[in-house]
């Protein structure tokens, strides 16, 4: 596994060993052992989730204030713009973002620590995306920040407006949203 340094530097990519022949590839998509000694990082994911969205959907930002997550994600079928955005308040990169396709085709996880919302666009005919989550769902701590928010002017890979969800079409501002202290 390689790690690949971000402009945030809690957010990081992993590409991940491909052994390619003639009858198709094999990888470890996630290896505990590995991960810590090339991350550093000490973590222990406790659920999955697996979701199929198609073109043009945009999921996010979300995050929880309850049970807060950490997420390992990767894309297991098209390709996604995934984006990382900072809301630890006393964070030098506070309400900074980061954003990077991740495609079944480049095989590229990216890990996003507590303390930071997250989302995506697909940018593919639809798009399967799995990640590992360091904490159980937790409705009650559920949040979303506005994907469109000015003050975060996030530069999505838009041709047209996104299909997004009521929820998200309803999230709080970057300026309202509650963040971690």
Same mark, same amino acid.
């Given at each position: 596994m390689?790690?690949?340094?971000?402009?945030?530097?809690? /957010?990081?990519?992993?590409?991940?060993?491909?052994?390619? +022949?003639? !009858?198709?590839?094999?990888?470890?998509?996630?290896?505990? !052992?590995?991960?810590?000694?090339?991350?550093?990082?000490?973590?222990?994911?406790?659920?999955?989730?697996?979701?199929?969205?198609?073109?043009?959907? $945009? !999921?996010?930002?979300?995050?929880?204030?309850?049970?807060?997550q950490?997420?390992?994600?990767?894309?297991?079928?098209?390709?996604?713009?995934?984006?990382?955005?900072d809301? !630890?308040k006393?964070?030098p990169?506070?309400?900074?973002?980061?954003?990077?396709?991740l495609?079944?085709?480049?095989? $590229?996880?990216?890990?996003?620590? /507590?303390?930071?919302?997250?989302?995506?666009?697909? $940018?593919?005919?639809?798009?399967?995306?799995?990640?590992?989550?360091?904490?159980?769902?937790?409705?009650?701590?559920?949040?979303?920040i506005?994907?469109? +928010?000015?003050? $975060?002017?996030?530069?999505?890979?838009?041709?047209?407006?996104? /299909?997004?969800?009521?929820? +998200?079409?309803?999230?709080?501002t970057?300026?309202?949203?509650?963040?971690?202290?």
């Open positions: 390689n790690i690949i340094p971000t402009a945030i530097p809690d /957010i990081l990519i992993l590409e991940p060993q491909v052994f390619q +022949d003639s !009858r198709g590839f094999f990888l470890e998509s996630y290896n505990q !052992r590995i991960f810590t000694e090339k991350t550093g990082l000490n973590t222990n994911f406790v659920q999955d989730n697996h979701s199929k969205s198609e073109y043009n959907v $945009l !999921r996010g930002l979300h995050y929880q204030i309850i049970q807060p950490g997420k390992l994600v990767r894309v297991i079928a098209g390709k996604i713009f995934d984006v990382a955005v809301i !630890r006393n964070s990169t506070f309400g900074q973002w980061v954003g990077y396709e495609s079944a085709e480049n095989k $590229l996880q990216m890990w996003i620590p /507590i303390g930071f919302a997250h989302g995506f666009l697909v $940018l593919s005919e639809n798009a399967e995306v799995i990640y590992k989550t360091t904490d159980y769902y937790a409705p009650g701590g559920d949040r979303s506005l994907w469109n +928010d000015p003050d $975060l002017d996030i530069k999505w890979p838009l041709e047209q407006p996104p /299909i997004i969800s009521a929820k +998200d079409e309803k999230a709080a970057f300026k309202n949203a509650e963040v971690y202290e």
